[in-house]
């Protein structure tokens, strides 16, 4: 399947972008292009150049855009739909799981459900003087 993306160039700390058209198992770092459809640059938003009678053409033959660039173009105005949300999704996070205890729990009563044991009385001793 055929992807539009962006495909990063420009040095450390100065993002550069050039939009490409490409295999979708191809990385973005590979090199392997089949077309550059433009140019975008992420510090100098003016300068930008993206060849859209070129990026309709690839559209129509079945090509798909990635998700961050899809949002670039509406909001060029280049085509027409909405946002996509390119954030991951969270996950919830796992409660730590309670190790099984090995031995039986015990059974603890409650003050009020003691039976009462029949103690025999014991004999009372009296200290001699």
């Not at 160039?9 to 990385?27: A, E, M, Y």
């Not at 510090?43 to 961050?68: C, F, M, P, V």
């Amino acid at each position: 399947m055929l992807m539009i993306r962006l495909q990063r160039t420009g040095r450390k700390h100065i993002p550069s972008f050039r939009v490409v058209l490409t295999d979708k198992r191809n990385s973005t770092k590979s090199g392997k292009t089949l077309e550059t459809l433009g140019f975008y640059n992420a510090e100098n938003d003016k300068e930008r150049s993206i060849d859209s009678e070129r990026l309709k053409y690839w559209l129509s033959k079945g090509a798909q855009l990635s998700g961050t660039l899809h949002n670039y173009l509406i909001e060029q105005k280049i085509i027409t739909g909405k946002k996509i949300n390119v954030l991951p999704k969270k996950r919830p996070i796992k409660a730590e799981e309670k190790p099984a205890p090995t031995e039986a729990p015990v059974k603890e009563e409650k003050p009020e459900e003691k039976k009462e044991e029949a103690v025999a009385p014991a004999e009372i001793v009296t200290p001699a003087t």
